[in-house]
């Protein structure tokens, strides 16, 4: 597996879509996503220059954080289960999947408790997936007041996960949705929310996000190859 010339086309394949969109390709992260890889082949993306690390569970990131260097940034991008919270410190960067109440109340607990403040993604259902975890678009703004009443967690964006099987206008279709909800509550000026960042875009697809405002894309198999 040539982890170092996966990660240099997909950049390559950023800035291209990037271009078509007039957009600053430094806008975008790239963000590896290790779930399943060892930490040596999370190393291999290290050396190639790879810097953001993206894990779906807390235990598989608990098992990586020590045995790699600490200017790694992880990102934390599948559900999260309100009882692993205590598992997470100050190492993770960003809770891509904020997707329930539930949720937001033991993020403010453990953060007053701790006297940390958790930055996080709103996950949103765009394309209104039953298979899929999320918020609906109508219930975000709701969301967010309640999110306006935390002191431990901070809302820097919204996420979203492509439908399987969509075709490339139906997915450009629900990112634009994302941006243009995303847009649209900005203007709002919700206490604790700033609405800067789009997670959306994974290895089939990230080149149509890109083109509808992605700031951060996910993308594993492109770079690590399949899983097992």
Same mark, same amino acid.
């Given at each position: 597996?040539?982890?170092?010339?996966?990660?240099?086309?997909?950049?390559?394949?950023?800035?291209?879509?990037?271009?078509?969109?007039?957009?600053?390709?430094?806008?975008?992260?790239?963000?590896?996503?290790?779930?399943?890889? $060892?930490?040596?082949?999370?190393?291999?993306?290290?050396?190639?220059?790879?810097?953001?690390?993206?894990?779906?569970?807390?235990?598989?990131?608990?098992?990586?954080?020590? #045995?790699?260097?600490?200017?790694?940034?992880?990102?934390?991008?599948?559900?999260?289960?309100?009882?692993?919270?205590?598992?997470?410190?100050?190492?993770?960067?960003?809770?891509? $999947? %904020?997707?329930?109440? $539930?949720?937001?109340?033991?993020?403010?607990? #453990?953060?007053?408790?701790?006297?940390?403040?958790?930055p996080t993604l709103?996950?949103?259902?765009?394309?209104?997936?039953?298979?899929?975890?999320?918020?609906?678009?109508?219930?975000?703004?709701?969301? %967010?007041?309640?999110?306006?009443?935390?002191? #431990?967690?901070?809302?820097?964006?919204?996420?979203?996960?492509?439908?399987?099987?969509?075709?490339?206008?139906?997915?450009?279709?629900?990112?634009?949705? %994302?941006?243009?909800?995303?847009?649209?509550?900005?203007?709002?000026n919700i206490p #604790?929310?700033?609405?800067?960042?789009?997670?959306?875009?994974?290895?089939?697809?990230?080149?149509?996000?890109?083109?509808?405002?992605?700031?951060?894309?996910?993308?594993?198999?492109?770079?690590?190859?399949?899983? $097992?």
């Open positions: 597996m040539d982890i170092n010339g996966n990660i240099s086309d997909i950049r390559q394949r950023m800035n291209q879509a990037a271009a078509m969109s007039g957009r600053n390709p430094s806008e975008i992260k790239l963000l590896a996503v290790s779930k399943t890889m $060892s930490s040596d082949v999370v190393r291999c993306a290290y050396e190639a220059g790879q810097r953001a690390f993206a894990e779906n569970k807390v235990q598989e990131w608990q098992e990586k954080v020590d #045995h790699l260097p600490e200017d790694c940034e992880w990102h934390l991008v599948g559900r999260l289960q309100t009882n692993k919270v205590k598992y997470l410190d100050t190492r993770i960067t960003l809770i891509h $999947s %904020l997707d329930r109440i $539930s949720l937001l109340k033991a993020l403010e607990h #453990h953060g007053a408790q701790r006297q940390m403040i958790w709103v996950q949103v259902n765009i394309a209104r997936d039953p298979q899929k975890a999320g918020l609906l678009d109508e219930e975000v703004e709701d969301f %967010l007041s309640e999110v306006a009443r935390c002191e #431990h967690v901070r809302v820097h964006g919204l996420m979203t996960i492509g439908a399987l099987g969509a075709s490339q206008e139906e997915t450009q279709g629900y990112f634009r949705q %994302l941006r243009l909800l995303n847009e649209r509550l900005q203007v709002n #604790h929310v700033a609405l800067k960042e789009l997670s959306m875009g994974m290895s089939h697809d990230f080149e149509w996000a890109i083109q509808e405002g992605a700031t951060m894309i996910r993308v594993g198999r492109q770079i690590f190859g399949e899983r $097992s």
